[in-house]
């Protein structure tokens, strides 16, 4: 494929290969030959194995577990593009890791998602493609152009089926209030009310839920949220909607699957019925229980990146999704 003059190429770090793979397929093109390895002590070595003078380079890495030593990859992959002569780096981050940390809750903290931002950019970046940042205006963090994709659009239909013809038996559960309009973009084609969570957090990864704003008794919910991590928050939720709400069925979606320890017997012993999750961080299978669903983002992705490829605007790809 060559536009403008410059073609296009698509390379992996260790974080997501399957992914990366996935995405050019769906472009029709082959995966960039790149040998990513580490030294005895640690330290990461780039080979790029083909020419990238004048190329469109897209760089597909998330930020997840091992986060470091991804996020390392990333910006040492980005290096060596530059050093090669690439025409346009564009940092493609399915999970952007550190985005949590994106204020100062308390004195004397650092706003880690920022300068996760900075080291983006001073490494040679372009452009970042990412999907469903913890916050949105974290896309104002960066210097460079950022096309922010949101999971929704993929997660809703997935339930369209369900929900269709029994719209007054369900409701859509947002886990606290900074996920409110996430849900309302969620219930935009279902056409189902929506529900609150009220809740308290103690400290980190340790939720309270002290309220549930909504009525959802002798209903079906779906909670919706952007990840899910120790899923302490989600099963919290869900235990309060059954015994606080009176809620008959528990199924929840969520774009990110970190499902750090001790999440996954969390979810196995809770009264979720079924997980959904997007493939942006690949799911070892000894975290493959039958409650978990995944579905490819990959045809998203990739879409997004010959629109970017082409100078064509993004956002048309919502309103085709939606």
Do not use: W
Not at 32 to 37: H, K, N
Not at 124 to 144: K, N, P, S, Y
Not at 211 to 228: E, F, P
């Amino acid at each position: 494929m060559n536009l403008h003059g410059k073609d296009i190429k698509i390379f992996a770090g260790n974080a997501c290969p399957k992914e990366a793979a996935d995405i050019a397929k769906n472009i029709g093109i082959p995966l960039g030959q790149c040998t990513v390895r580490h030294f005895a002590d640690g330290e990461i070595s780039v080979s790029l194995e083909e020419s990238v003078r004048g190329s469109d380079v897209f760089v597909v890495q998330s930020t997840c577990n091992p986060v470091n030593d991804n996020l390392m990859e990333l910006l040492i992959m980005i290096d060596a593009l530059k050093r090669a002569s690439a025409g346009r780096i564009n940092a493609v981050v399915p999970y952007f890791g550190y985005a949590r940390q994106d204020r100062k809750a308390r004195p004397r903290e650092p706003i880690s998602a920022k300068l996760v931002a900075n080291m983006i950019t001073a490494a040679g970046a372009d452009r970042v493609l990412t999907m469903d940042l913890h916050a949105a205006q974290i896309q104002g963090f960066f210097d460079i152009p950022v096309d922010h994709l949101l999971g929704v659009p993929i997660l809703s239909p997935y339930f369209q089926p369900l929900v269709h013809g029994h719209e007054d038996e369900y409701v859509a559960v947002s886990p606290d209030f900074g996920s409110v309009t996430r849900a309302r973009k969620f219930v935009e084609k279902l056409d189902i009310p929506i529900a609150i969570i009220d809740k308290r957090r103690p400290k980190a990864n340790v939720s309270e839920v002290m309220n549930i704003i909504g009525d959802v008794r002798g209903k079906k919910c779906i909670i919706v949220d952007d990840m899910v991590d120790t899923a302490g928050t989600l099963c919290h939720a869900a235990e309060a909607l059954v015994k606080i709400g009176g809620a008959t069925k528990i199924v929840a979606c969520a774009t990110h699957a970190v499902l750090s320890d001790p999440a996954i017997e969390r979810l196995q012993d809770s009264c979720i019925d079924e997980l959904v999750f997007l493939d942006t961080i690949p799911l070892p299978p000894e975290k493959r229980i039958d409650k978990i669903t995944i579905l490819p983002v990959a045809p998203i992705f990739a879409e997004a990146i010959e629109r970017i490829y082409g100078e064509r605007p993004v956002s048309p790809l919502f309103e085709k999704l939606q």
